[in-house]
């Protein structure tokens, strides 16, 4: 299946670190990789979740997009703000403190496409 996707997220201060670093490590083990990953920042966020993000900037370049907003608008319109900044027709929506299980992608691919 070679169907790209970006997977579109959304961040914001209350998250704590350890559940997002857990979200995107599920996201590194899908038996089918997103192109990109789109996370919008919904306002200020803390040093630690800073560092997360530039961490996995910098080990997986070119994968996330990041999408700074200026203060909390809520999840809703945090998202609306990242769609349009997704390079894919298909988007897969995800929470920053979901762990995927390997083949969620997979599955859902399969079913889109067939």
């Keep these: ?19 997002a670093q ?3 490590e599920s ?3 899908q038996t089918v ?9 919904d306002g200020p966020l803390t040093d630690e979740l800073y560092a997360l993000l530039d961490k ?6 070119g994968l996330i997009k990041r999408v700074p ?14 769609v349009p900044k997704c390079r894919n027709e298909l988007i897969a929506r995800m929470d920053t403190d979901d ?3 390997e083949d969620r992608f997979e ?3 399969r079913r889109i496409l067939i």
């Design 1 to 19: 299946m070679n169907q790209p996707f970006s997977v579109l997220m959304s961040l914001y201060i209350k998250e704590k670190p350890e559940y």
């Design 22 to 24: 857990a979200c995107f």
């Design 27 to 29: 996201l590194l083990k």
């Design 33 to 41: 990789q997103a192109d990109e990953w789109v996370i919008v920042e």
């Design 56 to 61: 996995y900037q910098k080990n997986y370049p």
């Design 69 to 82: 907003l200026e203060k909390n608008q809520g999840l809703g319109l945090a998202l609306r703000a990242g």
């Design 99 to 101: 762990i995927a299980r």
């Design 107 to 109: 599955k859902r691919l």
